[in-house]
């Protein structure tokens, strides 16, 4: 195929995900995670009364606050595009970040390959805090390439302050990454201190108010069913956020070449060094497949650097498969199920290969989950049910 029609099948791929995006970011309203009306609500208490709240056990003052503001002032849809326009830019930061010498159309497939996975696209057209802490690392990680520490710096204590578990990511990024002129140990050492220390200043309220105990430095962990449930879950939710379909050919393509030999490289092993920590605290609390957004981000980014560009196309078709239908070898047993408002809280699994919904379909029957969070007989309900501004 000639370049220049490569180029423009890849760029006109781009925006139509970019449109659909919009599309879905118009009609979403407020998402259906549980998580977003409680941030709001921080913001709504913090502006009326001035009394403080966390959305959840540790909050998140950053995403609080942003997501809160947008939704008051603006409503759902300038929430939503803002937080998918974060997560693409995001994205752009990383593949820079890591990025030596790249083609053309490199940058373009990264951007399809994260697109095209069903969690990175449609968790990140709802105003949830994920993107909000991913795009400051990632800023953070390109200024400090770049050598403007003082911006790193700056990029990096807002990460913290949007989710407290980037802290860990930026240890990691910083103690391996090298640039063209490296950094002394005690210096990296230095700068890492600084960014904790500035990050976790945004929590002292929460610390005041919990009596400077640290009660609130908890979260609820799936550990009903031991250890082994705990790997279980693990397992099927790391190969859930990879697609099934898309983890085979994985497999398969690191049995055909030892692609871990190209982990020597120095940037490359401190790609692995993040996505390891992620795993390390994905398998502590293995919830929300979103908790893994950074790890499958720098993954793809190891894939597309070394996998044959017929392989990643071939990724690509298989998660745009997920959105019309899903592979699953599990059949989940909830306890009340037959409440859609309840918590999911699994009970036992069985081995049963089948076929389900894709992830359009689960995106646009999802969006009635906000019923179950407010009070539809008030205004503001009827607001939030609208994706209306709630000022």
């Known amino acids: 195929m000639n370049k220049n029609n490569y180029n423009f099948i ?46 959840r056990f540790t909050g998140y003052p950053v995403a609080e606050i942003g997501i809160g503001f947008l939704s008051y002032h603006f409503g759902s849809f300038i929430a939503n595009i803002t937080t998918f326009f974060l997560f693409i830019g995001s994205l752009y930061f990383l593949f820079k970040t890591f990025s030596e010498k790249e083609l053309k159309y490199e940058k373009l497939l990264f951007l399809i390959l994260c697109l095209s996975n069903p969690v990175l696209f449609f968790d990140n057209i709802e105003p949830i805090d994920y993107s909000w802490s991913l ?72 610390w005041y108010q919990f009596k400077f105990g640290f009660d609130w430095l908890t979260a609820a962990r799936p550990n009903e069913q031991g250890f082994i449930g705990l790997i279980a879950r693990f397992t099927y939710k790391v190969i859930n956020i990879i697609t099934p379909l898309s983890f085979v050919l994985i497999i398969y393509s690191f049995a055909v070449k030892n692609y871990f030999s190209k982990i020597k490289d120095k940037n490359i092993k401190t790609i692995f060094y993040i996505i390891l920590s992620n795993l390390l605290l994905f398998l502590w609390i293995p919830a929300e497949l979103s908790y893994l957004q950074l790890g499958i981000i720098l993954f793809y980014l190891f894939i597309l650097k070394n996998f044959k560009k017929k392989i990643i196309l071939l990724l690509i078709f298989l998660n745009f498969t997920t959105w019309a239908f899903q592979v699953d070898f599990l059949n989940i047993i909830y306890k009340d199920k037959e409440n859609k408002c309840s918590p999911s809280h699994a009970v036992d699994a069985k081995i049963n290969p089948h076929i389900k919904e894709g992830a359009i379909q689960q995106y646009l029957e999802n969006r009635e989950m906000i019923k179950c969070w407010i009070d539809l007989e008030t205004k503001r309900g009827k607001k939030i049910l609208e994706g209306k501004a709630l000022k």
């Open 10 to 55: 890849l760029l006109s791929l781009f925006f139509s995900l970019i449109i659909f995006a919009l599309y879905l970011s118009y009609i979403g309203g407020y998402g259906s995670d549980e998580d977003t009306l409680p941030m709001i609500g921080v913001f709504e208490a913090l502006l009326n009364s001035g009394g403080l709240m966390t959305s």
């Open 135 to 206: 795009a400051p690392f990632s800023f953070g990680c390109y200024m400090f390439k770049k050598k403007r520490i003082e911006l790193a710096l700056l990029f990096f204590a807002i990460a913290i302050g949007a989710r407290l578990n980037f802290g860990l990511f930026i240890i990691f990024f910083v103690l391996f990454f090298e640039n063209e002129q490296k950094t002394k140990l005690i210096n990296k050492i230095y700068f890492i201190f600084s960014c904790l220390f500035l990050g976790s200043l945004f929590y002292l309220p929460v």
